[in-house]
């Protein structure tokens, strides 16, 4: 690697603090239940899982949980998208403010700074992480060793610097109301599109040395069907809030987006199956960081056909 600079270190808050334990935190009982009672253990689970999400993904504070079992943090995935619409709609609100008081250009850059203080560069640490590991590395030994460093190198500089960027330049580029949308769906479809390399891959680093090791399991393609209503609800909701301007975008550029996002991500699919045989943990928070950028761009097109 050529010249480094010190970089985040993986942050403890981004891990589930509470103690592991193996054992089910619902034990099975010998008396039938009745469906109420199934949908309430059911509600009650999902809402751990999303909590346990939200502790991973982000720096935000969770309540403590009884009996903590590992295997939380793998079926927790299922709602990394929930995660991306809160994100999303804090940095779209953190945006809205902004720009009632500053440029565009500010709020865009407030927005981002935040988003990343929320999040502890999570995703970003990744993307500069693999922009190192896959631009030095010529062997996957080698590339995993480089994504391992605790120092940031010349590509991952290039690489982190060229996506906030791209990030604030495309925001600052669209209507006001646009740039909130695109905020909202960005974060939460990127995060959807970055877990079906979960489905789509095997783990393709070392195991033993996994930050999350439950995590190092492939995801059902029900659950990423299941992740997938997040999205859902997240177009349905900016729908409610900006009927005119969702009109107003045009479906031309709202495919133009999704197809270039898929595109993003299925570039980081090949890439990983090609130099590490399947993805890892700094590949997911590129293909996160890639396909949202990618969403913006197609947002912001000015496109001569329509």
């Known amino acids: 690697m050529s010249q480094s600079l010190n970089k985040p270190s993986n942050q403890p808050s981004n891990q589930p603090s509470n103690q592991p334990s193996n054992q089910p935190s619902n034990q099975p009982s010998n008396q039938p239940s009745s469906p109420r009672r199934n949908l309430t253990q059911f509600m009650k689970h999902e809402w751990i899982l999303l909590l346990v999400a939200i502790q991973f993904l982000t720096r935000l504070s969770v309540p403590p949980f009884k009996h903590y079992n590992p295997q939380w943090l793998h079926q927790s995935s299922r709602h990394f998208p929930a995660v991306g619409l809160l994100v999303g709609l804090l940095c779209a609100g953190v945006f809205w ?84 949308i695109a905020l909202i769906i960005g974060h939460t479809a990127s995060r959807l599109l970055c877990i079906s390399l979960l489905s789509l891959l095997p783990y393709g680093g070392e195991i033993e040395h ?97």
């Not at 982190?160 to 209507?175: F, R, W, Y």
Request: include cysteine; charge should be positive.
């Open 210 to 306: 996994a930050k999350a090791k439950p995590m190092a399991q492939q995801l059902t393609p029900i659950q990423g069907l299941y992740s997938s209503g997040w999205l859902i609800l997240a177009i349905i909701l900016v729908a409610l809030i900006f009927p005119n301007t969702m009109q107003q975008i045009g479906l031309a550029q709202w495919l133009l987006a999704f197809i270039l996002a898929l595109i993003a991500t299925d570039y980081m699919r090949r890439l990983l199956r090609r130099r590490l045989d399947g993805y890892t943990g700094d590949g997911l928070g590129a293909t996160q960081q890639l396909s949202e950028i990618a969403i913006y761009i197609g947002l912001a097109a000015s496109i001569p056909f329509i």
């Open 97 to 180: 403010l902004s720009s009632l008081l500053f440029t565009p250009l500010v709020a865009a850059v407030l927005s981002t700074a935040f988003g990343i203080k929320l999040t502890g560069a999570f995703h970003e640490d990744g993307l500069a992480d693999s922009c190192d590991g896959l631009g030095g590395g010529l062997t996957r030994e080698r590339t995993l060793t480089i994504m391992k460093d605790s120092r940031l190198g010349t590509y991952g500089v290039l690489g982190l610097v060229s996506a906030l960027l791209l990030k604030i330049s495309l925001l600052t580029s669209m209507p006001i109301p646009m740039a909130v």
